[in-house]
C-alpha cells in the first residue's frame, strides 16, 4: 500500500460525506430531487435549521457535528502527502507509508465509525422519545 493510497482514502471520504449529507438533506424535504439537495445552500439550511420543538439539540448541528469529525479525518489523510507540504518544501525526502500512519488511520476511521454510529442512535431515540405534556 503507496502513500496515495492513503490520501485518495481521505478524498474519496471527502466525496462520500458529502453525498451521504446531501441525501440526508434530500430525506429531510418533501419529494426533493437528489439533485436539488447537491446545492450547497440548501446543505447549510438543512444545517442551520432551528431544533424541533421539545428537542434539546437541532438534528442540523448533530450532522454540522458529524460532517466536521468526517472533513478533519479527511483532511488528516490527504495532508501528509500533499506535494507542496511542509516537509517538501523544507527539503525532507518524500512521504513514505509507515505503520504509524497507518494506526494514525484505522483509529480515526473508527472514531468516525463510532460517531456515525451514535448519531443515528441517538437521532432515533430523540425521534422515539415521548413530547411533555406541556408541549402537545
Do not use: C
Not at 14 to 37: E, N, T, W
Not at 111 to 117: E, F, T
Amino acid at each position: 500500500m503507496s502513500a496515495a493510497y492513503v490520501a485518495g482514502a481521505g478524498l474519496v471520504l471527502l466525496i462520500a460525506g458529502y453525498f451521504q449529507l446531501a441525501a440526508r438533506v434530500a430525506r429531510s424535504g418533501k419529494g426533493m430531487p437528489f439533485g436539488d439537495a447537491l446545492a450547497p445552500d440548501r446543505i447549510w439550511h438543512f444545517l442551520r435549521a432551528p431544533a424541533a420543538k421539545g428537542a434539546w439539540i437541532a438534528q442540523g448541528t448533530v450532522y454540522l457535528v458529524q460532517n466536521i469529525v468526517l472533513l478533519a479525518t479527511a483532511v488528516l489523510l490527504v495532508l501528509p502527502f500533499i506535494a507542496g507540504s511542509a516537509r517538501t518544501e523544507a527539503g525532507s525526502p518524500k512521504a513514505v507509508f509507515s505503520g504509524s500512519i497507518l494506526a494514525a488511520g484505522a483509529a480515526l476511521v473508527v472514531a468516525l465509525a463510532v460517531s456515525l454510529y451514535v448519531t443515528a442512535k441517538v437521532s432515533d431515540l430523540l425521534a422515539r422519545r415521548p413530547l411533555p405534556a406541556a408541549a402537545v
